[in-house]
């Protein structure tokens, strides 16, 4: 079984910044990809970043790009996702996934999801 636990996540001024995390444990895939996703209250869950196994591939939203930043710890099971000047649109859950392979957009090719960690900027 794969576990994977959000945390960081919070109530935040426009501008501010969050860095959040998602540690890894079970019987993850080797190897794995993995994404960070957002779903607002009434919008359906969308992509946000991902990155790969070794970290030399990264991607983006549009709406996040130049502003966040995706990255892992593997000795720590650890993925980031620093988010810098935060908009009041950035307000959602972010979720964490996991996939086995090469990184993906589509959050229908990942098997693994954390609960989710809340994230609100006031303006």
């Known amino acids: 079984q794969v576990q994977l636990v959000e945390s960081g996540g919070g109530l935040v001024q426009v501008g501010d910044s969050l860095r959040l995390s998602c540690a890894a444990s079970?019987?993850?895939?080797?190897?794995?990809?993995a994404g960070w996703f957002r779903q607002a209250p009434g919008k359906e869950r969308e992509y946000v970043a991902a990155i790969s196994w070794s970290g030399g591939t990264t991607a983006y939203a549009d709406s996040v790009k130049g502003r966040f930043t995706i990255s892992r710890d593997n000795a720590k099971n650890t993925v980031y996702l620093q988010m810098n000047s935060l908009k009041p649109e950035d307000t959602a859950v972010y979720y964490c996934a996991a996939k086995s392979g090469v990184t993906s957009r589509d959050r229908n090719e990942y098997n693994y999801w954390g609960q989710g960690t809340q994230v609100t900027v006031s303006s």
């Open positions: 079970g019987r993850t895939p080797s190897r794995f990809s």
